[in-house]
């Protein structure tokens, strides 16, 4: 069920913006908030997904530490990580590159171009698709939901409305626009899960792990039913 979109009582705070840019992992860069990397632990140790999709490489150091975190847990899994473009995959990351991971170009506006039918058919189960580039979210729901089983994951990321727009390399935080992403990836989820009533669930464990919607990724761990 798809709760209504009024802000945390207390939950994330603008302040926590600039911790999410200066996350690392081993020397890798990583585009994460600290509680949603505890939420993200929960959801590896429960679901073990055989598969992790990750839309939206960057630097390249989450996929690492996703890696590496499902290596511990004894979770064989595989890792595909798309960007448009990998100019910003880190040197620190290509030194690591675990064998599981799988760095890719594509766009997620051609998304059936680089995750053909085919290839989503052949890929095991459970899931774990992670919307990270923050564009065409309707259209990649629908596209990955197509082929999700009872149990697979959605994680649509950063729909919180305080992220800030502009970030430095070091996190500085410039300006005062903070509406950039959220609003339109809320829109874009709540008309997905409006098409798909019934078929998928706001999943309020790991949503409200530290309150409600205590995550930069408010609504944004969907169950497939
Ligand atoms: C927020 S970053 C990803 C952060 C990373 N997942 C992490 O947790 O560290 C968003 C990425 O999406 C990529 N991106 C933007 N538009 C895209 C598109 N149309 N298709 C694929 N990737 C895109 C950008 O190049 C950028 O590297």
């Known amino acids: 069920m798809f709760q209504s979109l009024r802000l945390p009582p207390r ?8 911790g999410k840019y200066l996350m690392q992992h081993r020397g890798c860069s990583i585009l994460k908030g600290a509680d949603d990397m505890v939420i993200f632990h929960e959801l590896f140790w429960r679901l073990r997904p055989a598969t992790v999709i990750e839309l939206g490489t960057f630097t390249g150091g989450s996929a690492v530490w996703m890696a590496d975190m499902l290596r511990l847990m004894e979770v064989d899994s595989t890792i595909y990580s798309m960007d448009i473009e990998l100019s910003n995959l880190e040197e620190r990351v ?3 590159k675990p064998s599981n991971v799988h760095f890719f170009e594509g766009n997620s506006y051609e ?4 995750f053909t ?3 989503l058919q052949s890929l095991p189960h ?9 564009t065409n979210i309707n259209g990649i729901m629908n596209h990955f939901g197509s082929y999700m089983k009872t149990g697979d994951y959605f994680i649509i990321k ?5 992220l800030p727009r502009d970030i430095g390399k070091d996190g500085s935080i410039y300006g005062d626009d903070f509406e950039t992403i959220g609003p339109s990836a809320i829109i874009e989820m ?3 899960l409006s098409q798909h009533a019934n078929e998928y669930a706001v999943d309020s464990f790991y949503t409200d792990f530290f309150g409600y919607n205590g ?11």
């Open 158 to 162: 950063d729909v919180h409305p305080n």
């Open 11 to 18: 939950g994330i705070d603008i302040a926590q913006g600039k």
């Open 111 to 114: 998304i059936e171009k680089t």
């Open 126 to 134: 459970p899931w774990l698709v992670i919307e990270d580039a923050h």
């Open 215 to 225: 995550t930069w990724n408010m609504h944004g761990y969907i169950r497939k039913m």
């Open 117 to 119: 039918s085919e290839m």
């Open 94 to 96: 290509k030194e690591i």
């Open 190 to 192: 709540k008309k997905f």
